[in-house]
């Protein structure tokens, strides 16, 4: 009696896993398209075309964090004037790092939103941040803390679902 329950169910099971195979298929082609990952340019300059086309392949979630981390990890702001002291006195000079160190960089033209901090000797504190002063200007880089970088980053993929 078993037997013929399930023979006669069968037909009708093989179709209903066809159609959620062809579903799943796609349900994920759809999110793909829809969820398109565009490099930020500052991270071809940093990783160079091939690092970067590797992961929009392997990995675009990691694309897509470094997309947001140079976005929203730090600030520019104006050394005060009221201060009149040198601003080195109070943080720490923003280095390149050593395979940069030939690449020109026009600090005081540049945006925050273009400001490729990939290039930079930068080591944030994981509850503290850190600030730098960015050479030859008043301006102070700073970043948030890397549990709050964490926590933003978070944030940003609940809302991007």
Do not use: C, W
């Not at 700073?142 to 940003?156: A, D, N, P, V, W």
């Amino acid at each position: 009696m078993i037997k013929k329950v399930l023979t006669k169910n069968y037909p009708t099971m093989k179709k209903f896993i066809f159609i959620l195979m062809i579903s799943h298929f796609f349900m994920t082609g759809y999110s793909q398209t829809e969820a398109k990952v565009v490099p930020d340019p500052r991270l071809i300059e940093a990783f160079g075309q091939e690092t970067v086309d590797f992961y929009m392949e392997n990995s675009p979630s990691t694309i897509t964090y470094y997309n947001f981390f140079l976005k929203e990890s730090y600030t520019v702001m104006d050394f005060p004037t009221e201060k009149k002291a040198d601003p080195a006195i109070y943080y720490p000079v923003l280095e390149k790092k050593a395979q940069y160190k030939n690449v020109y960089s026009d600090y005081l033209m540049q945006e925050p939103e273009q400001f490729n901090i990939l290039l930079y000797d930068i080591t944030v504190d994981a509850f503290h941040g850190a600030s730098f002063l960015i050479p030859g200007s008043r301006k102070i880089l700073t970043f948030r803390s890397g549990t709050e970088i964490q926590l933003l980053y978070k944030e940003h993929l609940a809302k991007g679902r």
